[in-house]
């Protein structure tokens, strides 16, 4: 009888033990792929808040990446600089004195917070995208020759005393016209081939007695100069107040200007910062194909959210707050975890087959052909519950990915809850609500698997037989009762 036969015959004559077993290596086949699948998970979320409008798209930056490159250049400028003050990638740490006490202040700027415009450009080339447009955050800036709206009994003390610009590429595609909130009273709307002019409210153009074709002059909240003048090309109304970026009469809905796409940059005299872009979808019919497209486009995605006008996106593992992370640390803990456990019940298997070992070493079996009997064993047993594992990873893994996330999106509310008045901010991060999880289990993984569950088979065993096959075949044989 060869080694084979013996192991086969030995693995049904112990099924108890063997079944034990395959659990075991099927259970810790199932955490393996589950981590790495978790690892690499896709989440849908939705927020209702941020939807592209009409058969179209928004392009957004994604908040956990935008927090996770601010830590990285926060980092850098540390390790850069002793005594924590510089600045790295957009990123500026300063040290400043509050109350008598130093603080280091963490600040951002244009060429960190705008979305970037190659990334841009390479989606407008899709095919099946028609247009596109670009919006910038909405900026405070000073107004010189007219007066803005106020609120005669509101605290005016922390406002900017100004107005605020929102400029686009083509207006007729910003949000609040999209959605048919702003729509044009008098002239036209801003086009891409515009420059310094603007549209304003009909509740401004009234107050200074306004009119198509007048200009306006604006200068920085820094400086008064220079000034920087626009031509007004239209006058809208709204059907319902615009919610303001911020509080403050300079965010309020009547002292919003819509201008051309490069106005408020040279008003401010900085770097543009541009806050989303919305591409149009040529035929609806298409929605879906151009989405796909979309998504292979050359850009760095874990930078940026793509959203449907359902309000959809699709998150990276590594995007949704530490979730690759937690999925990395599951595996460490797998594996140590893994090993222990195969080390005692093969320690148990072992020492419950003494008389078995006794009697092969009295007919002259060496110890190495033993030991390669209970590895090929354990191998035969270990094949059998990785094709088990693979059969139903799928569901697991999907599962095993869903919890994660939940777990992350509590841990991530009450850790809102604890900040909330404690860090000073004009970013709002969105509102996401996950909507699925999905995983895919790939080839490499089950190779990766496969490799990780043998090489732990395979350490487990021997280090257990050394406990046994360390002592001579007279010791062994003095064992057996």
């Not at 702003?182 to 153009?205: F, H, P, Q, Y």
């Not at 996106?313 to 995007?319: G, K, P, Q, R, V």
């Not at 809102?416 to 509102?431: F, H, I, S, W």
């Amino acid at each position: 009888m060869n080694l084979l036969q013996r192991a086969i015959r030995s693995c049904f004559r112990k099924s108890v033990k063997s079944l034990l077993l395959l659990l075991v290596v099927c259970i810790i086949s199932l955490l393996f792929l589950s981590g790495m699948a978790s690892r690499s998970a896709n989440i849908a979320t939705k927020d209702s808040t941020r939807q592209a409008i009409g058969a179209g798209f928004l392009l957004e930056y994604n908040p956990e990446s935008r927090s996770q490159r601010l830590e990285e250049a926060s980092q850098k400028i540390l390790e850069r600089n002793p005594d924590g003050q510089g600045s790295y990638g957009g990123v500026h740490l300063k040290n400043v004195t509050v109350m008598g006490s130093e603080n280091l202040m963490v600040t951002t700027d244009h060429s960190f917070e705008s979305l970037k415009a190659d990334d841009i450009e390479k989606i407008a080339a899709v095919e099946g995208i028609a247009d596109y447009n670009i919006t910038t955050v909405p900026t405070a800036v000073k107004q010189a020759n007219f007066e803005r709206i106020e609120d005669a009994d509101a605290d005016q003390t922390n406002d900017f005393q100004g107005v605020a610009l929102i400029g686009n590429r083509d207006m007729s595609m910003d949000a609040n016209v999209l959605s048919g909130n702003v729509t044009i009273l008098e002239g036209r709307m801003t086009t891409k081939d515009d420059t310094n002019v603007c549209v304003i409210s009909e509740e401004l153009a009234e107050k200074n007695q306004l009119k198509v074709g007048d200009h306006l002059q604006f200068h920085s909240v820094k400086a008064e100069e220079p000034v920087q003048e626009a031509t007004i090309v239209g006058i809208y109304q709204v059907k319902e107040q615009m919610k303001p970026y911020m509080s403050g009469d300079t965010y309020r809905s009547e002292n919003v200007i819509f201008t051309d796409l490069h106005f408020p940059e040279k008003v401010e005299q900085d770097d543009p910062l541009y806050e989303k872009a919305y591409f149009k979808v040529a035929n609806v019919d298409d929605y879906d194909a151009v989405k796909e497209a979309i998504k292979k486009t050359d850009i760095n995605w874990q930078w940026y959210d793509l959203i449907d006008n359902n309000g959809n996106l699709d998150t990276m593992a590594s995007n949704f707050n530490d979730l690759e992370k937690i999925s990395n640390t599951l595996l460490l803990v797998v594996t140590g975890a893994s090993f222990v456990i195969l080390f005692l019940i093969f320690i148990f298997w072992i020492r419950n087959r003494t008389n078995e070992i006794g009697i092969l070493l009295s007919i002259g079996i060496a110890k190495g052909k033993i030991f390669l009997q209970i590895l090929t064993e354990a191998v035969l047993i270990g094949v059998l519950a990785l094709a088990l594992s693979f059969l139903i990873a799928p569901a697991v893994s999907n599962a095993a990915a869903d919890y994660l996330v939940g777990q992350q999106a509590q841990q991530a509310e009450l850790q809102d809850e604890m900040d909330t008045g404690k860090v000073a901010t004009d970013y709002q991060a969105p509102e996401l609500t996950v909507t699925d999880v999905e995983t895919e289990i790939t080839s490499t993984m089950l190779l990766a698997d496969s490799l990780s569950v043998g090489v732990l088979i395979v350490l487990s065993t021997g280090a257990a037989s050394v406990l046994i096959f360390r002592k001579n075949p007279k010791d062994i044989l003095s064992e057996m009762s």
